[in-house]
Each structure stands twice: as C-alpha cells, then as structure tokens.
C-alpha cells in the first residue's frame, strides 16, 4: 500500500500545471516536465502521465489542502486495488 504525502502531490500537480501552460523553452525545461511526469505516475501508481495526473487530481479532489502554515505533512496509506496501474 503506498503512502502519499498529499502536500507533496498537490505541489506536484501544481508544477506540472505551471510547466504545461507553455511549450518548454529549452532542453532543462522539457527535463522538468519528463521528470514531473514520472513523479506523478510513481506516486500514483498509474503509468501514463495523464491518467497519473488525473488520479492525483481526483485524490487531492479528496483532500481539501492543509490550512495551517507549517503543519505536519498529511501521509496515509492509499489502497490501489491490483491491476489498477495503467
């Protein structure tokens, strides 16, 4: 069972919104994507990037994010039912 930081992923999904707004501008800024994108799809357990960011926005869609400033980052076990990595 994996444990999602959900802080982490919201971050995440976040970086990846800012770098796909744009085309990359240069080979370090495609790497970030690349790099982002496999995150995602670890943290997910999904292996396709937009099926991985989809589940992450649904699974922080579950998640209101964190009021306090400097709180504990929110970790939980997440059930992946087998066969669900894509």
Do not use: K
């Amino acid at each position: 069972m994996p444990l999602i930081n959900y802080v982490a992923l919201r971050a995440l999904v976040e970086e990846l919104d800012a770098l796909g707004a744009h085309p990359a501008p240069d080979a370090a800024a495609r790497r970030r994507l690349e790099d982002a994108q496999y995150t995602v799809c670890v943290y997910t357990g999904v292996r396709d990037p937009r099926r991985a960011l989809g589940r992450a926005r649904r699974l922080l869609a579950e998640r209101p994010p964190t009021a306090a400033a400097g709180a504990a980052p929110q970790v939980e076990a997440e059930p992946v039912p087998l066969g669900a990595a894509g």
